[in-house]
């Protein structure tokens, strides 16, 4: 795969309809329910920015939270991911990322990073999705670490790490999705709903004459169990 291929328009594209491929079951690959959450989470911190309590009913941080213990389950405060564990052990940051005026979303230009919408749920909520995307490719860089995410197998287990928490994942399915067949369905991401990861990144084939990638690769992972608090923040 040419890294140049990201210079052309797909790299801009890809963004504006991540929104639009996830939970309709159009081009799935395969998908399971069920899963076994398996081991529970590893060990190990993070340090991170925006560790930003969850809100009660009057915006006060939640009557639930307790002081923080490593190793223990993590109270209902809820943070923004800092860096994701794909299931080849391949540790990508995460930065925090916003949609455009066009409404596309800003993922980084570095492969290496990747962009958790803020508009999206946070670890530590209970409800809704946390998307987390990359580019798969760069002119310089070459492949990057969500290239892996075309081929990930049933149940693989994913790590979100926070400031002070960490939380495992299952995935559950692998959508190839035409990219602009969906771009109209913007609620997909809501934060209600079950809760669940969501990652997407390009795949091909790659059409220099048509915009460039022309699909997406949509995973979906379930949580393996809650939280889990590994500083006192």
Not at 30 to 59: H, K, Q
Not at 85 to 99: F, I, Y
Not at 146 to 158: K, N, T
Request: glycine letters at 12%; one cysteine or more.
């Amino acid at each position: 795969m040419s890294g140049k291929r990201v210079r052309h328009r797909a790299r801009r594209r890809a963004a504006p309809v991540v929104a639009a491929v996830v939970l309709t079951g159009v081009g799935s690959a395969w998908a399971l329910s069920g899963i076994d959450p398996g081991p529970g989470p590893e060990r190990g911190a993070l340090s991170a920015e925006d560790a930003t309590p969850s809100a009660s009913g009057n915006g006060s941080p939640s009557p639930s939270a307790s002081p923080a213990t490593p190793g223990r389950r993590a109270s209902a405060r809820a943070e923004r991911p800092g860096q994701i564990r794909l299931p080849s052990g391949t540790v990508v940051d995460v930065e925090a990322v916003s949609t455009r005026a066009d409404g596309s979303l800003a993922i980084p230009d570095d492969i290496r990073v990747a962009g958790w919408w803020r508009g999206g749920s946070r670890i530590g909520d209970p409800f809704g999705a946390t998307l987390i995307a990359a580019h798969i490719d760069s002119t310089v860089q070459g492949l990057g670490p969500y290239a892996e995410l075309l081929g990930v197998q049933p149940r693989a287990r994913i790590v979100v790490r926070t400031a002070t928490q960490r939380q495992a994942f299952r995935v559950t399915s692998l959508q190839v999705v035409p990219r602009d067949r969906l771009a109209g369905a913007t609620d997909l991401f809501s934060v209600s709903g079950p809760r669940r990861l969501v990652m997407v990144t390009c795949a091909g084939p790659f059409d220099a004459d048509h915009g460039g990638y022309q699909n997406l690769a949509v995973v979906t992972a379930r949580p393996a169990g809650p939280p889990v608090r590994t500083t006192s923040g």
